[in-house]
């Protein structure tokens, strides 16, 4: 049953492998890169400065998203990578030689999960918890399966890896969400708010809607960007 599952992952990866546009190859590229979503990181710490009064419920929700990209990436980089030691599709014995990549780009031996996936996911799920605006949750969780996409294309996961990152990522994000949610109700009272103009967890709309915005130019930037990326 295990040897079934991991030779139709093996094949369904090679599905969504690559493609023969180096246009493409360069969209995929910049939006796998980390640097590209500082933007939106600024901006979601914008939302939190914007709309919580004090220096310590803004530190804490900072030390809570810091605590999502430790529990779901560093724990599956320096723990979980190591003891499972799945291949890479890159680097896998059995279809490595099939896999589509870009600029010899292979990443490292073990890929079993997704870091991008459990990442960008429990970030995802902790601000949708938090400020509890559909928009901000389709935006992103859009964002984060953009993400995963990349690392399908790229060939240096296997679907397997990324449904057990997004598994993980939103255990985590939900988790430290609970936990955030325990320790502010012992200073103050949050209530739903019933306003156009507020979330139900009384954020402002408008700045939600900064924070997607930034999001939307984050990826027109890398689709205009990737022009220049062909004649690199």
Avoid at 128 to 153: D, H, I, K, Q
Avoid at 195 to 215: E, N
Avoid at 218 to 230: G, S
Wanted: aromatic fraction near 14%; proline fraction near 3%; charged fraction near 15%.
């Amino acid at each position: 049953m295990m040897e079934t599952l991991i030779e139709f992952d093996r094949w369904l990866l090679l599905q969504v492998n690559g493609s023969p546009s180096l246009y493409l190859d360069g969209v995929v590229k910049i939006l796998t890169t980390a640097a590209t979503w500082i933007p939106l990181y600024i901006a979601l710490f914008f939302l939190v400065m914007k709309n919580n009064s004090t220096t310590r419920s803004i530190v804490f929700i900072v030390g809570c998203a810091a605590l999502c990209y430790l529990l779901a990436g560093a724990v599956d980089d320096g723990l979980v990578k190591p003891l499972v030691a799945r291949w890479r599709p890159t680097h896998d014995p059995v279809i490595g030689w099939q896999v589509d990549v870009v600029n010899g780009y292979r990443g490292g031996k073990y890929g079993f999960f997704s870091a991008h996936a459990s990442n960008t996911f429990s970030i995802a799920v902790f601000f949708s918890l938090l400020v509890r605006s559909r928009l901000l949750t389709v935006a992103l969780v859009g964002w984060s399966l953009v993400n995963c996409w990349t690392r399908l294309y790229l060939g240096v996961h296997f679907p397997g890896d990324i449904l057990c990152g997004l598994l993980w990522g939103g255990f985590v994000g939900t988790m430290v969400f609970l936990f955030h949610r325990r320790v502010e109700s012992r200073h103050n009272h949050t209530g739903r708010y019933i306003s156009s103009q507020y979330t139900l967890a009384g954020y402002q709309r408008v700045d939600v809607d900064v924070v997607v915005t930034v999001l939307m130019l984050t990826l027109i930037y890398a689709f205009m960007r990737a022009c220049f990326y062909i004649n690199v």
